[in-house]
């Protein structure tokens, strides 16, 4: 017994383990972390093993969802406060997401863990205070459960065809078993949260010329963080780390300096030299240069 612990703790840090190669950033995280609001999703761009893992499965950037909860001081329930606290014991005035993470469990962190990662907020449009209370209470009453390792196998297994699978791999994600409300992963808990209300993630849509309209929840532990992004019931929110909308015009971007691409940088950007050379390409003879559109005044709509 004292082995299999040995070596699953061995390979959950083997799966943790974060790649070296840290990319730019791509988000603002002070503009993220002044304008989150309590029952955002927070979708991560993670760098670990088990984060490449999941996104070659979900065909998707996003491998991590967290919920953003507020500090303590934001949860009008006091008994939800005591539970949190008992989970964390950083600063009352933290900003705070609950998650369910590999190695951890289901758990709450501080969001400037995050820091210097490609995040994303989804936020669920229309969704009232009171409700977005109850999804942070249902989430905090998950606090302490084992991340479900097998129910990844599972959602990979059920993205092949399920006619060629032979029967003992097939997908167990809605059969039921005696530990199962023991473990949970990190987009299942969150779409439980919400369908704990009835908010719509990715819901089937049936018309009926009878009864007209009828909503089915979503399996939640078919879930994946894409979906939230995916969603039309959440609103797609970024700020990226230069952000032109602030500006008169995205071409004052620095585009030009003295900067080199390093190692493999080289072969998925380009060199302002490089740039050069696609702003002389001619299209059907028309030579389709910077300063051909400027002498044009192609920059203004036709009159």
Same mark, same amino acid.
């Given at each position: 017994?004292?082995?299999?612990?040995?070596?699953? !703790?061995?390979?959950?840090?083997?799966?943790?383990?974060?790649?070296?190669?840290? +990319?730019?950033?791509?988000?603002?995280?002070?503009?993220?972390?002044?304008?989150?609001?309590?029952?955002?999703?927070?979708? =991560?761009? /993670? *760098?670990?093993?088990? +984060?490449?893992?999941?996104?070659?499965?979900?065909?998707?950037?996003? !491998?991590?969802?967290?919920?953003?909860? /507020?500090?303590?001081?934001?949860?009008?329930?006091? *008994?939800? @406060?005591?539970? =949190?606290?008992?989970?964390?014991? /950083?600063?009352?005035?933290?900003?705070?997401? &609950?998650?369910?993470?590999?190695?951890?469990?289901?758990?709450?962190?501080?969001?400037?863990?995050?820091? $210097?990662?490609?995040?994303?907020?989804?936020?669920?449009?229309?969704?009232?205070? /009171?409700?977005?209370?109850?999804?942070?209470?249902?989430?905090?009453?998950?606090? $302490?459960?084992?991340?479900?390792? @097998?129910?990844?196998?599972?959602?990979?297994?059920?993205?092949?065809?399920?006619?060629?699978?032979?029967? @003992?791999?097939?997908?167990?994600?809605?059969?039921?078993?005696?530990?199962?409300?023991?473990?949970?992963?990190?987009?299942?808990?969150?779409?439980?949260?919400?369908?704990?209300?009835?908010? %719509?993630?990715?819901?089937?849509?049936?018309?009926? +010329?009878?009864?007209?309209?009828?909503?089915?929840? *979503?399996?939640?532990?078919?879930?994946?963080?894409?979906?939230?992004?995916?969603? %039309?019931?959440?609103? &797609?929110?970024?700020y990226p780390f230069l952000d032109y909308t602030h500006h !008169?015009?995205?071409?004052?971007?620095?585009? #030009?300096? #003295?900067?080199?691409?390093?190692?493999?940088?080289?072969e998925f950007y380009m060199t302002p030299s490089k740039i050069k050379e696609l702003q002389q390409v001619k299209?059907? $003879? =028309?030579?389709?240069?910077?300063?051909?559109?400027?002498?044009?005044? @192609?920059?203004? %709509? %036709?009159?």
């Amino acid at each position: 017994m004292q082995l299999v612990k040995t070596l699953a !703790s061995w390979l959950t840090n083997w799966l943790m383990q974060e790649s070296q190669d840290i +990319s730019s950033p791509q988000c603002d995280f002070e503009r993220i972390r002044h304008e989150v609001k309590p029952c955002d999703v927070l979708l =991560i761009e /993670g *760098r670990s093993r088990v +984060s490449n893992v999941i996104k070659q499965i979900t065909q998707s950037p996003w !491998s991590h969802a967290m919920l953003y909860i /507020g500090r303590v001081h934001d949860i009008e329930d006091d *008994r939800v @406060r005591e539970i =949190i606290k008992e989970s964390y014991d /950083g600063s009352p005035d933290e900003q705070l997401v &609950i998650e369910s993470e590999l190695g951890f469990g289901t758990v709450v962190h501080p969001l400037s863990r995050y820091e $210097g990662n490609h995040l994303r907020i989804c936020r669920p449009n229309g969704l009232s205070y /009171g409700d977005s209370q109850k999804v942070v209470h249902y989430a905090v009453s998950r606090l $302490g459960l084992d991340y479900d390792v @097998r129910h990844i196998l599972d959602l990979a297994r059920f993205f092949f065809p399920y006619a060629v699978l032979p029967r @003992r791999w097939r997908s167990s994600l809605f059969e039921s078993s005696p530990g199962q409300e023991t473990k949970t992963v990190c987009s299942s808990m969150i779409a439980e949260a919400f369908s704990f209300i009835h908010f %719509p993630i990715l819901p089937l849509v049936k018309l009926d +010329s009878q009864h007209g309209v009828q909503l089915f929840q *979503r399996n939640p532990r078919l879930c994946t963080p894409r979906d939230f992004d995916y969603s %039309p019931y959440f609103r &797609i929110i970024k700020y990226p780390f230069l952000d032109y909308t602030h500006h !008169s015009d995205y071409k004052l971007l620095p585009w #030009h300096g #003295h900067g080199a691409l390093e190692g493999k940088e080289a072969e998925f950007y380009m060199t302002p030299s490089k740039i050069k050379e696609l702003q002389q390409v001619k299209i059907d $003879g =028309i030579n389709v240069t910077g300063t051909d559109l400027l002498s044009e005044n @192609r920059d203004t %709509p %036709p009159s």
